[in-house]
């Protein structure tokens, strides 16, 4: 590690297996806490190169406890988080008007590390069980549409890096990892990134697998398609500008998508907007992320996938999702 740490002090990269073999390393508890604080910290200072991401990737990828989900054809959403904008909880919201819309979801998860209130945090909060018991997320799927896959049930090789993020408080080159290593492996993913070399690198990742993909950044910062202005999205076919009057919307204030200061408030505006009776601004937020999830897999038109969300989350279906998955829970 001294000698990894000196070549990147030095602002040299390092290979894509000497990347991989880090993390494998890691795992196997070959490095103290200052080490590795000390190798996170690097990563915050200076870019990491599409060479450095791969190996990182394919090491927790390696690593994780897979589950197989190929025949339900599901979608993840998720985002990378560490945008710094603390906004509710666009993407796992959107995640179960997505379900609810008839498209099976493997939402990948964990708790908030640079945010208040990360995507488990709030399903924990209103009852999710957290598992990687394969029968019971294949149940979820088949009754709620929707499986949640919490990231340290899934990622053991993790638990060493657990506890240093949590007590760095911000955004660390795993929120980079997150979304790509998903341990269901899905066809399809709905991505977003905090930065425009951050999507240029996922682009590159992700053109060489088999993932039916859509990665998005905000151009005023967000991970995620935010309407507060206009968003690039990257997919297997082609790179577009989205404006919000692109689906008939309005540009939204900031403020107007801000999220919770703590895990109860933060659940509090989720079951609003789930049971439709969130604000204009945050039912058209999560229907349009939710919207191209559901075009990424139904391949129709972002407008059309932007309906469909609506639809949705107005008739309830959302809500009943997320519902059952609760019950499922319970007993």
């Known amino acids: 590690m001294k000698d ?21 390393n890691i795992s196997k508890g070959d490095y103290n806490e200052s080490q590795i604080a000390s190798f996170l910290t690097v990563y915050m200072m200076r870019n990491i190169t599409l060479q450095e991401l791969k190996g990182f990737r394919d090491a927790l990828l390696e690593l994780c406890i897979s589950v197989d989900l190929s025949a339900y054809n599901t979608i993840d959403l998720c985002g990378t988080g ?39 945090n709030v399903m924990e909060y ?35 890096v657990a506890p240093i993020r949590k007590d760095l408080g ?18 399809n993913q709905m991505v977003g990134v905090f930065n425009l070399e951050l999507l240029r690198l996922y682009a590159y990742l992700y053109q060489n697998t088999n993932t039916n993909y859509s990665i998005v950044h905000a151009l005023d910062g967000y991970d995620e398609i935010s309407l507060t202005c206009d968003t690039k999205i990257v997919t297997n076919h ?6 919000p009057e692109d689906l008939g919307l309005e540009i939204l204030d900031q403020n107007s998508i801000s999220g919770g200061n703590t895990i109860k408030m933060s659940a509090a505006i989720f079951m609003d907007i789930i049971e439709g009776k ?48 609760i019950k499922i829970s319970q007993n």
């Open 170 to 187: 911000v955004k660390t080159f795993f929120n980079m990892l997150g979304p790509m290593v998903n341990p269901s492996f899905p066809k």
């Open 278 to 325: 969130g604000t204009e601004a945050q039912k058209n937020v999560v229907c349009a992320n939710a919207g191209l999830a559901i075009a990424t897999v139904r391949k129709c038109s972002h407008k059309e996938g932007f309906e469909l969300a609506r639809e949705s989350l107005a008739s309830g279906k959302a809500k009943k999702s997320l519902e059952t998955l």
């Open 4 to 24: 990894l740490l000196n070549r990147l002090v030095n602002q040299e990269s390092i290979s894509s297996s000497e990347a991989k073999q880090v993390l494998v």
């Open 238 to 243: 082609e790179e577009q500008i989205l404006s």
């Open 82 to 120: 560490g945008d710094g904008k603390d906004t509710f909880n666009i993407s796992t919201l959107a995640s179960f008007v997505t379900a609810g819309a008839g498209i099976h979801v493997a939402k990948h998860g964990n708790y908030g590390v640079s945010s208040a209130c990360g995507s488990s």
């Open 126 to 160: 209103l009852g999710v069980k957290f598992t990687n018991d394969e029968g019971f997320i294949k149940k979820s799927i088949e009754e709620a549409g929707i499986c949640i896959l919490h990231a340290p049930l899934f990622h053991p090789a993790m638990k060493n």
